[in-house]
């Protein structure tokens, strides 16, 4: 993948990727940015990355959630961009592997 290829291009992918994986954005995303994200993204894909968060850091997004509620849509759909960017840098890195339209983590030993 060179580094201006993009595998991510909309959110709703999200759903592809399995809990691994998921666990994986969620932990290299910062909490800030999980926020912004959570406040626009699709409810499922949200409770699915919510679902794999350590229990202090999912307390921690969900009271940053509050807070932000009324942020500027902008900064929200900046955050979705980051989250894609972050996704696409843990797929170059082969902590994601894309099969076919999925996403897997893979274990790390």
Excluded: W
Aim: glycine share 6%; charged share 25%.
């Amino acid at each position: 993948m060179s580094g201006s290829e993009q595998i991510l291009e909309k959110i709703e992918q999200l759903s592809y990727f399995d809990n691994l994986a998921l666990y994986y954005l969620c932990n290299e995303t910062p909490p800030q940015t999980l926020a912004l994200a959570f406040l626009e993204m699709d409810k499922k894909i949200c409770g699915s990355m919510l679902g794999v968060l350590e229990v202090k850091r999912r307390k921690y997004v969900h009271e940053l959630m509050a807070i932000q509620q009324n942020v500027p849509l902008e900064d929200k759909k900046a955050a979705i961009d980051g989250l894609l960017l972050i996704a696409d840098g843990l797929i170059s890195r082969n902590l994601i592997q894309k099969k076919g339209q999925f996403f897997f983590g893979d274990k790390k030993d």
